[in-house]
């Protein structure tokens, strides 16, 4: 899917390597509680327990820009509409369904 959105997501071809196999030993280590892959995120990441959060956005804009180019939308309009994603509605996705009572400012 990297390689697919390269003309949105400008990674280079090494960086679209080392994306796509540590999104594939993450979704190993999650979907089959696999100890060597648990292992191989250790050495890479100091705390297995954030790893998703790390992925998680870039998961995100694939899954939207795929959506959107399927669609027919043109490549700068998904550009533009990624950048733009996270602050849309004034505070970061992370806060926008937190529900009532919690604080949802992005500045915390």
Do not use: W
């Not at 369904?97 to 500045?107: N, Q």
């Amino acid at each position: 899917m990297l390689e697919y959105h390269k003309n949105v997501f400008f990674y280079t071809d090494d960086e679209i390597i080392e994306l796509s196999q540590t999104i594939a030993d993450i979704r190993n280590y999650y979907t089959h509680y696999d100890p060597g892959k648990q292992r191989a995120l250790e050495k890479k990441f100091d705390n297995i327990n954030l790893i998703h959060s790390q992925y998680e956005g870039i998961l995100h804009y694939m899954l939207l820009a795929t959506i959107y180019k399927e669609i027919g939308i043109p490549s700068e309009v998904i550009k533009e509409a990624c950048e733009n994603y996270r602050s849309r509605f004034g505070v970061s996705t992370e806060h926008l369904f937190d529900g009532p009572g919690k604080d949802t400012s992005p500045f915390n």
